[in-house]
């Protein structure tokens, strides 16, 4: 299968933030591993969890999750559970993450949706492994954050924007893929239509009992595979106004 080839890592890569230094990708990772090497090499170990694609697990490896998080939860950054960051949000344990980033199948060349940046840290990931991620949060004040948070640690291909993601990012669609990290209660029409054919779209949808799906997008046909039971926070339908 395509999506499990091995990646080229030797020299400038597409791994990077915006994919264009000629620095070789491991030195750049190092750089950014900030004295936790060991702890996000361990957490890599979602490969043993069942995520195969060498490039999410070295994006996964590569992107300081700690710096994501609000200070008092540094410590337990590469734990394999979900972390508080503000607001009543969370960001997704490393294992989801991985998951939902493999179950896109990515290949380097893809314009990716993500609906609900939050921290930034998914969209980050995403950011090594593609061209461009255009992300959208509902939150005001997570929306700020992350926009500054990925513009100083150099995440150059990644665009923020504050609004309500249920409906995508008209003016910039379509998209190769589309990953949501909040839970419609069914899958958003105008994600769909901004799918583009061939395009997959990763989301957890339901609202009491919650799967992840994947939906690819044919031309005349949508197949929909249900892959993992799961508890996301609600995919909310209207702009929330940023209450600090
Ligand atoms: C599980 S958190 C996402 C974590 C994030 N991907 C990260 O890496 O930190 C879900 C996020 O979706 C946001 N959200 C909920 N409904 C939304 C909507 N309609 N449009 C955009 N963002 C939304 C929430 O505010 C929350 O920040």
């Known amino acids: 299968m395509k999506h499990e080839k091995s990646p080229d890592y030797s020299g400038a890569g597409k791994l990077g933030p915006g994919g264009s230094s000629s620095m070789p990708f491991e030195y750049r990772a190092d750089q950014r591993m900030n004295g936790r090497r060991q702890e996000r090499f361990q957490m890599a170990q979602i490969e043993a969890r069942g995520v195969r694609d060498r490039r999410v697990l070295e994006a996964m490896r590569s992107v300081p999750r700690h710096l994501f998080l609000p200070q008092r939860y540094s410590k337990v950054a590469y734990a394999d559970q979900p972390l508080p960051i503000g607001y009543g ?14 179950a896109l199948h990515l290949e380097g060349v893809e314009r990716v949706l993500e609906v609900g940046t939050g921290s930034g840290y998914q969209a980050a990931v995403l950011s090594l492994m593609v061209k461009e991620v255009y992300t959208v949060e509902t939150v005001k004040g997570l929306a700020d954050k992350a926009t500054k948070r990925l513009r100083e640690l150099g995440y150059a291909n990644v665009h923020v924007k504050w609004a309500d993601g249920y409906s995508g990012w008209p003016e910039k669609g379509a998209f190769d893929a589309i990953l949501g990290t909040a839970a419609p209660p069914d899958i958003p029409h105008g994600l769909l239509d901004q799918l583009r054919v061939n395009g997959r779209m990763v989301l957890p949808v339901g609202e009491w009992i919650q799967e992840i799906l994947r939906i690819t997008k044919a031309s005349g046909d949508i197949r929909t595979e249900r892959l ?12 929330k106004h940023d209450t600090l």
């Open 89 to 102: 949000q969370t960001v997704s344990q490393p294992y989801i993450v991985a998951y939902m980033t493999e």
């Open 228 to 239: 993992l039971p799961v508890r996301f926070v609600p995919m909310i339908h209207r702009v």
